[in-house]
């Protein structure tokens, strides 16, 4: 990501935390849920803020789903399919050059035997540029992988889901909730159902027993 690019995201950021700001404010059952919260933890408002901002989505968050849009990035074809095609160009590449040596070549063509010349070793140049590419990117996906299970672990951790109940004792599902659909209106995600809030968090107090 350029420095550009990061300004402009970081630009979006804040427009969007002010906006989930102005919206509580605006709202007195909204205003009344981060009030409670506030008191009821050790958060500051702004760290109730970016957490709600930052966490609305964690229920997408599943090791599952992130190892899977991890790979996507990084495979838009599969490392698999990527050999398979290198191995293919290479063995396309051998057979042409048989073939220019019978009388079935088009290099014996006056008009177009010279644009075919060099192609067989470009197909084995392309070849090998293309597996220099997948041999750079294979252990950085292994890495990347082993990674992500922790990654996983750590953000829960330290979610808002977490600091909520670690210093109120509790969830407190309905006005969370509440707060968190605020937020996604906002990022632009679909707003959850209270069963499967419900749900999701006995599933997350599960995992952190």
């Not at 690019?5 to 919206?23: G, N, T, Y």
Request: glycine share 2%; net charge positive; with cysteine.
């Amino acid at each position: 990501m350029t420095r550009v690019q990061r300004r402009s995201v970081l630009a979006q950021i804040r427009i969007q935390k002010q906006e989930l700001r102005e919206r509580i404010d605006r709202d007195r059952q909204s205003r009344k849920d981060f009030d409670f919260l506030i008191e009821k933890t050790d958060l500051k408002p702004h760290q109730l803020l970016t957490g709600l901002w930052l966490d609305c989505n964690l229920m997408k968050a599943d090791r599952q789903t992130l190892l899977s849009q991890a790979k996507n990035e990084v495979w838009p074809i599969s490392e698999d399919r990527l050999r398979r095609t290198i191995k293919h160009i290479r063995t396309v590449a051998g057979e042409m050059k048989a073939t220019n040596k019978t009388h079935f070549s088009p290099l014996h063509t006056s008009d177009i035997g010279a644009t075919f010349v060099a192609l067989p070793e470009n197909l084995r140049a392309y070849a090998t540029a293309l597996e220099k590419k997948v041999d750079i990117w294979a252990p950085y996906w292994k890495r990347k992988q082993a990674r992500i299970p922790g990654w996983v672990v750590s953000t829960r951790q330290n979610s808002l889901y977490e600091r909520i109940r670690s210093s109120a004792g509790s969830y407190h599902q309905t006005r969370l909730l509440r707060l968190l659909n605020l937020a996604r209106d906002i990022k632009g995600y679909p707003r959850i159902r209270q069963r499967a809030f419900t749900a999701w968090l006995n599933r997350f107090e599960k995992r952190r027993k």
